[in-house]
């Protein structure tokens, strides 16, 4: 079974969640948060000395880290996974836009605006940046969701749910989506997938209880 | 034969052209000025939504975006793409990372001090950001590669050509690699592959003969 490190509040960490939630993969996680320095102790950094979660433990003592990353590995040979070479770069296309054009804005603006106390002070300068870039990026989206149900290979898969990551947490961050009609019907759409775990909802209570005991 | 959009001196097209290079696969060139807006043309726009260069022609008018999604594309089958599961988790891992927390510090103090006149001046508000973030990224490779030749499966992969395109360009935009002395011996390690291409390289004669015959 999976260790996973992972924080209930990453919009990171709730992409590999909601992916094995999806997939029916049963997992152990161990809450780490970053808030309280978790991710900095020596300990956590001999498994990820780039200190992020999520951090997938993927055989004994070996880690795999970057959400994204995660997300191919735990998805080959399922229908998340596109086989075919083309479908699989376009997912792979949209995954690197969600890390550079997506994640850095509304992930940032999550962060600071919702997580932290004081954030929005704090980064008043950097806000501006990140409410530009990041209802660019959601154009995009809209633009390729206008005519499509999902981002890749005309099926769920691992793009969506990356990018399902922080897309639906934009509206707890100031962004208004109302101009966003198709991305918010592909949220929708993602949101009614039958073994769907809302970002809030916790790791099933086996999960839990094997983490309490290996903790 | 690829028809290969491309920057001449973006770092992210010539991690394109580099592995290309490497792979000694032929390829059409167009030269797209992004400073010109030329990324920005309806024509361009149709082709690729988000307005970014490189872009892949994959078939007859299907295209392919995101540099990193690209070096997949091309090097699946060859030794630049691990088959090995773990082995290509890691690879990608470092490609989602250089996306993340390379190309966007390191790349932005590229683009504002190296390419556009007068952006050290517009961005010095963000530039002590790029440039924390950036050795902070320089040094989680650093601590990786001080036992290691290169950055996954114990060979050249995509990897290492993803994170090649921004690092060899830091020198030009005030980051100082005197105490990173693995990434540097990295970087030379790259530069000695047998087919190896600087960025300021043309494209083979060929390809730009052929790019004027079409454009």
Known sequence: MYNLYTMQRSGNSYKVRLALALLDVPYRAIEIDILQGESRTPEFLAK???GQVPLLEVADG???AESNAILWYVAIGTPLAPENRLDRADAMQW?????????????AAYFWLSLVRGGRELHSYSLEDWMERGY???QVMENHLATRDYFAAG???VADIALFG???LAEQCDYDLSGFPAVRAWLGRIEREPRF???NQLPPAEAVAATA???
Request: proline fraction near 6%; glycine fraction near 6%.
């Open 213 to 215: 005991a290996a903790g």
């Open 95 to 107: 995954m690197f836009f969600e890390q550079h054009a997506l994640e850095p804005n509304i992930g």
């Open 155 to 157: 099926q769920l898969t």
């Open 48 to 50: 990820n000395p780039n």
């Open 166 to 168: 922080y897309t639906h």
């Open 62 to 64: 070996r880690y795999l």
């Open 136 to 138: 660019r990026a959601l």
């Open 197 to 199: 775990v809302a970002m």
